[in-house]
């Protein structure tokens, strides 16, 4: 079974500071997809970053990058230079890819509550 | 080009009642997924389609939950006999399968709230 733990319920950072958002995965499949959503409160979910379990570099996309470390089955987000409207619910998901191919299911963490004070 | 769009954005309706929710996912998406967020809570897979195979219908919490995907493109998600614990906030999403990613793209959600 999967699953998704985000630890931090909430997290403050200075506007221009960054700032790093935790989240470790447990999965016995060898091949696996992480991705990392914003959710505004609006509540559109918008994609940020995405790491292939066999990438064999850490994902980066602007002022997003993730640190992924296979062997302790985490994929904190890292975003730099903190900006006021970074402020928004952050979730980790996972996909596990089908031996036959196409698409499954994302398995979501709780969600981390990012607020980024002037 | 325009992204998954979801109808009506909000929904109240009164314990017992049938609702219709609606998603057209992007233009050339074989995959279309339903979740469920409730208050505070992450996303709770529902229902998946892909092209012409049957659905996975794994994520359903009960037989009053029931979707349908017609013509491969808009999906109907139907809530029969409403509780109040179906209140929660409907997102669908959609992706291409093309490459190992296949990254999901979320609407903006149906917020329902059942009385």
């Known amino acids: 079974a999967q699953k998704i733990t985000q630890t931090q319920p909430g997290m403050f950072v200075q506007e221009k500071e960054a700032v790093t958002l935790d989240c470790t995965y447990d999965?016995?499949?060898?091949?696996?997809?992480l991705f990392w959503y914003k959710q505004p409160s609006s509540g559109e979910m918008i994609f940020l970053i995405y790491?292939?379990?066999?990438?064999?570099q850490n994902a980066t996309e602007g002022r997003y990058s993730l640190n992924f470390q296979k062997a302790r089955k985490s994929a904190n987000l890292v975003i730099s230079a903190s900006q006021l409207g970074d402020s928004a619910m952050y979730f980790c998901?996972?996909?596990?890819?089908?031996?036959?191919?196409?698409?499954?299911?994302?398995?979501f963490g709780k969600g981390t509550k990012l607020t980024v004070n002037p | 080009g325009a992204g998954v769009s979801q109808s009506p954005s909000n929904k109240v309706t009164e314990k017992g009642k049938d609702v219709e929710l609606r998603c057209d996912p992007i233009?050339?998406?074989?995959?279309l997924y339903w979740y469920r967020q409730s208050l505070g809570q992450g996303l709770e897979f529902l229902i998946y389609?892909?092209?012409?195979?049957?659905?996975?219908k794994s994520g359903l919490p009960s037989d009053r939950f029931s979707a349908e995907r017609t013509g491969g493109s808009v999906s109907t998600l139907t809530i029969q006999r409403t509780q109040q614990e179906d209140s929660a906030v409907y997102l669908c999403?959609?992706?291409?399968?093309?490459?190992?990613?296949?990254?999901?793209?979320f609407g903006p959600g149906t917020r329902l709230l059942v009385l």
């Open positions: 999403a959609s992706s291409l399968i093309r490459s190992e990613e296949e990254t999901q793209y």
């Open positions: 999965t016995s499949d060898p091949s696996y997809g």
């Open positions: 790491q292939g379990s066999y990438d064999q």
């Open positions: 998901a996972m996909r596990e890819l089908s031996s036959q191919g196409g698409s499954e299911k994302l398995v």
């Open positions: 233009s050339g998406h074989t995959a």
């Open positions: 389609f892909q092209g012409n195979s049957a659905p996975d």
